[in-house]
């Protein structure tokens, strides 16, 4: 049986925390941005902090398991 939860996991926090996509933290003139598809540096060093803590949660702390 092979674990299928860290491709998914990180495929699909790749696909939500992409920046503009869905949202943009910092936004270009709010603090939050709504689908513009643009991106700034400090937008993509944020997403990406993001990306790590929330893989790190999912795969290390909450040891979520996904078998098919």
């Known amino acids: 049986m092979h674990d299928w939860a860290a491709p998914l996991i990180a495929s699909a926090l790749f ?3 992409s920046p503009g996509l869905i949202l943009q933290f910092p936004g270009k ?4 941005g709504f689908m513009n598809m643009k991106t700034t540096v400090a937008s993509v060093f944020v997403h990406t902090v993001l990306y790590a803590l929330f893989l790190i949660l999912f795969l290390v ?3 979520v398991h996904v078998y098919a």
């Open 15 to 17: 696909a939500f925390l």
């Open 29 to 32: 003139e709010s603090p939050v």
């Open 61 to 63: 702390v909450l040891n």
